[in-house]
């Protein structure tokens, strides 16, 4: 199996120039990978989900992947994301979320995200519940969590997560679903 994520240019002309079967192939060598990688954990790989991020990928790239089976896709700028669902609206896509999310931007958000992975205030939290119950909807969410201590990087102190998560009982339209952390980038595989 190929150490990288692409075909090589043999595997290519196998499938000619049609791009839904190179992203098809593409797709299930990432699928193997993830196998292989739960298989040396003891992992099932049903337990894995995969979301594709799509930051600067144009959206017909997104209707090849959604050809090839993926329907959620994340993205870390809402801009982005917003222009992408208008192009893509005949689908039945999902989106995530994935930045920095400043307050203003959250009336945005709560139209058609269905999860977002970088909770990390209480005032964000209080207005993403605000703009959800007038929507009338909830949000799934994850707490970000600065794990690698780096000042240029969002998220919680891991010292104050407990209390942090202690408090989104406060605002039933936020529905935690797990932590989303960077970890500081390293070859030390301890760190």
């Not at 990688?37 to 003891?42: F, I």
């Amino acid at each position: 199996m190929p150490t990288n994520l692409e075909l090589s240019p043999d595997e290519i002309a196998r499938f000619g120039a049609d791009p839904a079967a190179v992203f098809a192939a593409n797709l299930t060598l990432v699928h193997q990978r993830i196998a292989a990688a739960c298989d040396r954990c003891g992992r099932s790989p049903a337990d894995v989900r995969l979301l594709p991020v799509t930051k600067t990928v144009p959206a017909n790239v997104l209707r090849l992947a959604y050809a090839a089976g993926i329907s959620e896709f994340g993205e870390n700028k809402l801009q982005e994301a917003r222009d992408k669902r208008a192009i893509l609206a005949d689908l039945p896509i999902r989106w995530s979320i994935i930045g920095h999310l400043q307050t203003n931007k959250v009336k945005y958000l709560v139209r058609f995200a269905s999860e977002f992975h970088a909770l990390d205030s209480l005032r964000l939290a209080d207005e993403l519940n605000r703009r959800l119950d007038a929507e009338g909807r909830d949000l799934d969410v994850f707490v970000q969590v600065n794990t690698s201590g780096e000042a240029s990087k969002y998220g919680l102190a891991p010292g104050d997560l407990v209390p942090f998560v202690e408090r989104l009982s406060d605002y039933p339209r936020l529905k935690p679903r797990g932590l989303m952390t960077l970890a500081v980038f390293s070859a030390d595989t301890e760190r």
